[in-house]
């Protein structure tokens, strides 16, 4: 099950002072003569007071002694720039260049505006795949609080050291560190955690049967209806339904910045209670109460978006293979493997019209497989817009999603001296308008009957605004329709594409 969640770092702080904005830039023109060159000479730092010199220099297009093309130079700066940002490691950027005419060489001096890197604040999740889905029960007993503990360039080398503990309506407890840069040449990093969760109330299948009546002239006839495309959940007060255990180690390898790969090998045990397979006895392997299981997950990523946490040029694609259940275990056998790959592209048209489409398809060539081990649309940022409160759950999926934004607001500056750190003070923001349209399609063949939105082409549109500020935070608010006539607003906190 995915849970969605809403963790309050500064973004009542961050909405109620209005924000996000440029990324500065300062490049002074120089005199060029085609076919010139510039060589680079000293390369300054200032505002890195945490971050490592060597984790800067990785991210840089150029270094001490480079000889680049003036007509060149000004893309390089400015995609090292970009580099740097997509760190998340700071709030700004700023990359100058000074000519000296001694040497015959141009110092390159880049000033930082660190982020905040230690974020020990409470939690708020809510027990749903989305917050439109908790918005329309607006059921407070399904919320989850607790502490969360992160640090960011942790020992200034980009490494992460995660501490997660949350109590309330599901509980789970999660200790992790990365590692991104273990050897010199900065190629491979590891990662290692471990946790523990229990719920209880859990959805266990995707349609049910429910029970109706219809009243003519006194006469009262009952009947049964099936409902499909709706998460069933099965609660129990005084007992948790679901525990689960993992642990898990990954590697990561990325010989340049564009260019990354990713295995995970994790150990997981999942235990429901014997009520949950009453309910739906398919609901994991075995008809058993109890997997236990080995997973191998790899990835290979490539991303050439300008900004990752909200995109406007560039492209990003990734392909990824997921096998639950490699032999070690066999009481029950867990069988499962799903593969799912991603494009997404994005172009500024003209002025402040900018265009965004992406391509998601998942496949899982195993044909039995538990409603556990399965997913469809609905379930992360695999859906269709307008459709935020249905799954469709099947062996195959594929979406498609496009969208034309206008930039309403361009990326601002804004300071508040009121404010006693840097961290916080000088932040930025910008708005823009969007109309989107989204087509997909689920297969299923084993359930037409109470999965009735699978094997038919899904169709959702509809006009949103997007807010975006320092951070990564993202505020989508949308209203959207769908092919059934439906229609509403919703929130997300991503980028759509």
């Known amino acids: 099950m995915v849970w969605w969640k809403i963790r309050f770092y500064p973004w009542l702080m961050i909405i109620s002072l209005t924000c996000f904005a440029g990324i500065s830039k300062s490049l002074p023109g120089q005199d060029t003569i085609p076919g010139s060159q510039v060589i680079i000479g000293d390369l300054t730092f200032e505002g890195n007071k945490i971050t490592r010199e060597r984790i ?13 093309s003036y007509e060149k130079l000004p893309f390089v700066l400015d995609q090292s720039r970009k580099n740097l940002m997509n760190t998340s490691l700071f709030n700004f950027v700023t990359i100058t260049q000074h000519p000296d005419s001694l040497s015959g060489k141009t110092d390159i001096h880049i000033d930082f505006l660190e982020r905040w ?22 059921d407070w007993s399904r919320l989850n609080y607790g502490g969360f503990l992160t640090w960011n360039n942790f020992r200034g080398r980009r490494e992460k050291l995660n501490l997660y503990a949350r109590f309330g309506y599901d509980e789970k407890y999660q200790l992790g560190y990365q590692i991104p840069y273990l050897n010199r040449k900065q190629t491979i990093g590891i990662g290692i955690a471990g946790g523990f969760s229990q719920n209880h109330e859990i959805a266990y299948n995707s349609f049910e049967t429910v029970e109706r009546q219809n009243v003519v002239d006194g006469d009262t006839t009952t009947y049964y209806e099936q409902i499909g495309n709706k998460e069933v959940y099965y609660k129990n007060d005084t007992r948790h339904v679901r525990r689960e255990i993992y642990a898990y180690a990954e590697m990561y390898y990325q010989r340049e910045i564009h260019n990354k790969q990713w295995f995970k090998i994790q150990f997981s045990e999942l235990k429901v209670n014997d009520t949950v397979l009453v309910l739906n006895p398919d609901y994991m392997f075995g008809n058993s109460n109890a997997n236990r299981y080995f997973t191998f997950y790899y990835q290979f990523r490539s991303d050439y978006r300008d900004y990752r946490q909200y995109p406007l040029n560039g492209y990003y694609f990734d392909a990824s293979l997921d096998k ?130 699978a094997d038919q082409l899904l169709v959702g549109y509809g006009i949103g605004l997007d807010f975006v500020t320092y951070y990564d935070f993202v505020l989508r608010v949308e209203y959207s329709f769908n092919k059934m006539g439906e229609s509403g607003f919703f929130i997300h906190f991503m980028p759509s594409i």
């Open 324 to 453: 639950k259940g490699l032999g070690v275990f066999d009481d029950p056998v867990v069988n499962s493997l799903s593969i799912k790959a991603n494009y997404r592209t994005y172009q500024h048209l003209k002025g402040g019209l900018y265009w965004a489409s992406g391509i998601t398809g998942k496949t899982s060539p195993f044909w039995d497989q538990p409603y556990y081990f399965i997913e469809g649309l609905g379930y992360g940022r695999d859906f269709v817009r307008g459709y935020e409160y249905y799954v469709i759950d099947g062996r195959h999926f594929g979406v498609v999603k496009n969208n034309l934004k206008f930039e309403l607001v361009g990326q601002r500056v804004q300071e508040f001296k009121f404010i006693p750190t840097d961290k916080f003070n000088k932040l930025y923001y910008a708005f823009y308008l969007n109309a989107y349209v989204d087509l997909g399609y689920t297969v299923d063949p084993r359930n037409q009957v109470y999965n009735p939105l």
């Open 117 to 138: 890197y230690v974020w020990p604040v409470p939690i708020i999740e809510f027990a749903d795949r989305n917050f439109n889905e908790w918005l329309k029960k607006k």
């Open 56 to 68: 800067i220099r990785r991210e840089l297009l150029f270094g001490e002694n480079d000889t680049i």
